[in-house]
């Protein structure tokens, strides 16, 4: 019966008050025994409820007589904690307020202040008088904010919370019930083919709170998880976002990566509110792959990162992978890069002036943590080119010292080996990178764990030797290599 005399009401009312030919009440006009019309259905919705005259919402927990004497009362009700409702409140241009006995309370104008409070909907949507007008403040506002809208709302199927926001971001699903949380999931591809905006990543999960979870894929699990971006907003660098896409390799793009602290950081060219232009929110990063990377500590964001910083010890360009989700096998593949990985030593690049470059493979050198991943192979070999200057002052006079040379290494089963070759060598044991077999040969035979390099202009000898040391690589045991210098004049 309380069905029937919704339906009735909203007849009547859209006759005799609004003198309007038809209404449309959700509960009887979808016919959800067939499917395509349902799938019709919910991908029309919000174009539905643009164009129409006005939106009849009816709360049936308010009373409008105790409702004014009872402070917050409208903070309680249902109708703001369902999924379904947000384009109702959203799309309309005209929407009108009846409590249970269906007494006006107010219209979406007159209660602006009072709904940007409860759903965090900023007045420029509540404000919006126009289906044009609608649309294109929508596509000013951050997807992650738009997100946060439905972070605290549920539905009554777990797909529902996908399907409620498709209007919301202008894009369009085949409905697959029974599929569960991958809906959402399926709903972020489709954002991230349709808008290039990086705050979509721009989530906080409360799951990994507390360091419950540090790894996950760039992909949030449900709106829950953008709770906290409810003030995110875009830089003055969102107009030249990377251009990006979903793959079954994860996210691929080709973007700066910085380094804070020695943690890898993805900027996402949005900020938070009272924060400089040039301050960007990023997410951290952590390689486990040939270019492959999961998301770090993803109950948080970088904040207060400097867009601008050109250093190049804190921003370098990629093209990489980041995984959509995590699941057994990239646990796995974290482990296992993790394990037997060689770091170098910072002294290589902050003592006695040792410059290293030329990182190969490059695809599994990390810069910022200056981690070679072995991914556990017993036959991994890699290489890098070093070089080493030195200002030596003999009275008044200042002369410089430079050497230069390769540095090969490799594991044998589960133990790391090193080699220097010397200049006349170096270039060999590049151009064999193609041919990990040649390489190791080659360094095996030419090179040496303790070398003297001559340096014919200074008449100088320098000797340096390399050598392992274990040590322990985010919970995993690793080999840390360094090297020790001696000038003889």
């Not at 482990?335 to 990985?341: C, I, N």
Request: with cysteine; hydrophobic share 40%.
């Amino acid at each position: 019966m309380k069905g029937y005399t919704k339906i009735a009401e909203t007849c009547r009312r859209a006759g005799e008050v609004s003198e309007l030919q038809y209404a449309w009440v959700d509960t009887c006009c979808i016919d959800k025994t067939s499917s395509a019309e349902l799938s019709e259905a919910i991908n029309s919705m919000f174009r539905w409820y643009q164009v129409s005259q006005v939106c009849y919402v009816r709360l049936a927990d308010i009373d409008k007589q105790t409702h004014a004497k009872t402070p917050g009362s409208l903070d309680r009700c249902r109708w703001f904690t369902r999924g379904w409702t947000l384009q109702e409140l959203i799309a309309p241009t005209k929407v009108e307020f009846y409590d249970k006995r269906w007494a006006f309370l107010g219209d979406r104008s007159d209660l602006r202040a009072d709904l940007e409070r409860i759903t965090g909907i900023g007045n420029e949507v509540l404000g919006a008088t126009s289906q044009e007008c609608i649309t294109k403040v929508l596509g000013k506002i951050p997807v992650a904010r738009r997100m946060s809208w439905a972070a605290s709302r549920v539905t009554t199927r777990t797909e529902d919370t996908a399907y409620c926001l498709l209007g919301i971001f202008g894009v369009n699903l085949p409905l697959l019930y029974g599929e569960g949380p991958k809906a959402f999931l399926r709903l972020q591809e489709e954002v991230a083919k349709e808008h290039n905006d990086l705050s979509l990543f721009g989530w906080t999960s409360p799951a990994s709170h507390g360091n419950l979870a540090r790894h996950s894929g760039i992909l949030a699990d449900s709106p829950a998880d953008f709770a906290d971006a409810r003030d995110i907003d875009f830089s003055d660098l969102s107009s030249i976002n990377p251009e990006f896409a979903m793959t079954n390799k994860g996210l691929r793009m080709w973007s700066v990566l910085c380094e804070e602290g020695g943690k890898m950081i993805l900027p996402l060219n949005c900020r938070k509110p009272n924060t400089l232009a040039a301050r960007v929110l990023g997410i951290y990063l952590l390689q486990f792959g040939p270019d492959l990377y999961v998301r770090e500590h993803p109950g948080r964001l970088a904040e207060n990162l400097e867009s601008n910083n050109t250093a190049a010890r804190t921003q370098t360009i990629a093209n990489i992978f980041v995984s959509k989700r995590m699941d057994a096998t990239i646990e796995a593949a974290l482990v296992r890069g993790r394990r037997g990985a060689i770091r170098l030593s910072d002294s290589l690049f902050d003592e006695h002036g040792w410059k290293a470059s030329i990182f190969q493979p490059d695809g599994l050198y990390t810069k910022q943590t200056r981690l070679f991943l072995t991914l556990n192979l017993p036959s991994f070999v890699a290489c890098f080119m070093m070089s080493l200057t030195e200002t030596v002052k003999r009275g008044r006079y200042e002369s410089l010292r430079w050497v230069t040379f390769a540095v090969v290494l490799g594991m044998e089963g589960e133990m790391p080996w090193a080699r220097i070759c010397t200049t006349e060598h170096a270039a060999d044991a590049f151009s064999s990178l193609g041919n990990l077999k040649q390489m190791a040969q080659l360094a095996k035979v030419s090179g040496s764990k303790t070398v003297k390099l001559r340096n014919d202009q200074q008449k100088l000898e320098l000797e340096v030797t390399v050598d392992f040391s274990p040590c322990d690589i985010e919970g995993e045991m690793g080999h840390c290599l360094s090297m020790s210098q001696n000038w003889v004049c």
